[in-house]
C-alpha cells in the first residue's frame, strides 16, 4: 500500500462492488429493501458492498472475522458512515446496535465483528452505539448453507433486549456483517421493535 492507506489499496478500494442502496432510501428501487418486505417494518436497508463468493468483499470479511482485523472493521464502518452522513442518513438514527454473538463464541474469537462495524458507523455518523442493547441468550450453530426455514428456525426466540430504555422510543440502526436470508437480523429488529424501539433501520457491511 501506499503512504497514507490503510487497510484497502486504492487499487482494490475502486474495484470492490459498492451497493449504492443508500441512493434509494425505503423505495422499491432498493433490493435490500424489498427483502424485509412482509417480514418485519424495516424503515431502511443498506449495505455497503456486494458479497461474490471468492471475491475481494469475501476475502475482506474473512480478515475482519477469522484473522484478527477488528480495525478492518472500523475502517469500514468509518468510510460506509461517512457516505451515509453526505446522504443526511445520520440525522435519521438515535442508537446503533450490533448484531450479538453468544457469549460462548464471544470467549473463543475474543471480539464481536459486527460491534466494529458499528463502532466506526459511530465515529463517522457521530451517532452513539451500544453493544450490548441485545443479548443472543441461546447459543445456535452456524448459519453457513442452511436453507431461508432452517436459518430462521435457528435463530427464532433467541434474542433479548437486555435494557428496554436504551432503546425505547428511539430509531435503532441494527448492523451486522453479512445479510445472506436476512433471518438473523429480522428475528433482531423483532425483539427490538417488541421493546419499544420506535423504528428500525438495517446496515450491513455487504448483502449477499
Known amino acids: 500500500m501506499a503512504r497514507g492507506e490503510k487497510y484497502i489499496c486504492t487499487g482494490c478500494s475502486v474495484k470492490l462492488p459498492y451497493t449504492d442502496f443508500h441512493e434509494h432510501g425505503a423505495t422499491e428501487l432498493n433490493p435490500l429493501q424489498r427483502r424485509f418486505w412482509g417480514k418485519v417494518p424495516v424503515r431502511f436497508a443498506f449495505s455497503y458492498l456486494y458479497f461474490m463468493p471468492k471475491g475481494r468483499v469475501q476475502r475482506l470479511l474473512h480478515q475482519l472475522k ?3 482485523a477488528k480495525e478492518l472493521g472500523e475502517h469500514l464502518g ?12 445520520n440525522q435519521q438514527f438515535d442508537l446503533i446496535v450490533p448484531v450479538p454473538l453468544h457469549k460462548n463464541k464471544l470467549r473463543r474469537r475474543g471480539y464481536n465483528q459486527a460491534e466494529h462495524f458499528a463502532i466506526g458507523l459511530s465515529q463517522s455518523m457521530e451517532v452513539p452505539y451500544n453493544g450490548k442493547a441485545i443479548l443472543r441468550n441461546t447459543h445456535t450453530s452456524t448459519q453457513t448453507r442452511k ?3 432452517d436459518r430462521w428456525q435457528n435463530v427464532e426466540q433467541v434474542f433479548e433486549v437486555a435494557r428496554p430504555e436504551l ?10 456483517d453479512v445479510l445472506t436470508t436476512g433471518a438473523t437480523l429480522e428475528a433482531c429488529a423483532r425483539a427490538l421493535l417488541a421493546a419499544g424501539a420506535s423504528e428500525v433501520s438495517i446496515a450491513t457491511i455487504a448483502a449477499a
Open 147 to 149: 436453507s431461508r426455514l
Open 78 to 89: 468509518q468510510r460506509y458512515g461517512s457516505l451515509l452522513s453526505d446522504h443526511q442518513y
Open 167 to 176: 432503546v425505547l422510543g428511539k430509531h435503532v440502526l441494527l448492523v451486522d
Open 66 to 68: 477469522y484473522k484478527g
